[in-house]
């Protein structure tokens, strides 16, 4: 039994699987899923007195050029990136999404009971509501991130056989505060950009970074994108984990000794 999904019409899930609408569960006020897009203050930041005397050390050191630059670089991509992404016709959308379903069941390595860390797509995100559809309805564990704070790592919850999804701001749901929270084994990730590297370009808020640090044990990490998404070059800090696999439209690419 397939039920309509009523915040899109044609996109079926599960019927096991429905969506309550009402009060956002154990979120912090106007913080959503993706709430990396959209909170105004970069995550990590301090006081201004505090701020002021990192700058001095970073000043005296010569850092701080560097690091301007490279932010200011990074800025640019995205705006480039998000240019790229929004120029896909929306009329190619759908297909596209199909696409990169069949790509990822096709080249991933999957094993059952093996977690799979998905996102709730916003804007114009890459749809990846038919691979979430496809890993439920085969039985595979499927976790949903939960922003609790604009510093915090995202927490990762469990959505279970039967249970409700619920608005969590901006557009995305999430299972309740009382799903378990789990360590994924793959961790799908939305994408700005990426490049021949595997270097992934994100809304610049951390999220996905703090996450993957709390891990004991790191994930798979897959990219989901659209093809034209990809960029000439993306620099790379220290703290910047890369892509071991990429999913878009037209196939998966592998990186390192993924």
């Known amino acids: 039994m397939i039920a309509c999904c009523p915040a899109r019409v044609g996109y079926c899930i ?18 959503g ?34 690091e301007a630059h490279l932010e200011e670089q990074k800025a640019q991509l ?39 860390a998905l996102y709730w ?3 114009d995100e890459i749809d990846c509501k038919p691979l979430l559809t496809k890993l439920v309805d085969s039985g595979q564990p499927v976790a949903l991130p939960v922003v609790l704070g604009e510093d915090l790592p995202l927490e990762l919850r469990l959505w279970e ?9 901006f557009g995305t749901l999430a299972p309740a505060e009382t799903a378990p929270v789990v360590t994924p084994d793959i961790v799908v990730i939305p994408l700005l950009g990426f490049d021949k590297s595997g270097t992934r370009l994100g809304y610049g808020k951390g999220y996905y970074d ?3 640090a709390t891990i004991g044990r790191k994930p798979l990490l897959v990219g989901y994108a659209f093809a034209g998404q990809e960029l000439d070059f993306i620099p790379r800090q220290a703290h910047d984990l890369p892509l071991d696999l990429l999913v878009t439209e037209t196939g998966l690419r592998r990186f390192g000794d993924a």
Do not use: W
């Open 14 to 31: 599960p019927g096991a699987l429905s969506i309550l609408k009402g009060a956002v569960p154990d979120r912090a006020r106007g913080l």
């Open 33 to 66: 899923h993706m709430a990396p897009t959209y909170v105004s203050r970069f995550p990590g930041s301090t006081h201004p007195t505090a701020r002021a005397a990192q700058n001095f050390v970073k000043e005296s050191s010569g850092l701080i050029d560097s």
């Open 78 to 116: 995205r705006t480039e990136a998000l240019a790229r992404r929004e120029a896909v016709p929306q009329a190619d959308r759908a297909d596209a999404a199909k696409a990169a379903a069949q790509h990822f069941l096709e080249g991933v390595p999957l094993q059952d009971g093996q977690i799979v």
């Open 121 to 123: 797509p916003i804007r």
């Open 161 to 169: 056989d039967g249970q409700p999804l619920y608005p969590s701001g």
């Open 210 to 212: 703090r996450t993957l």
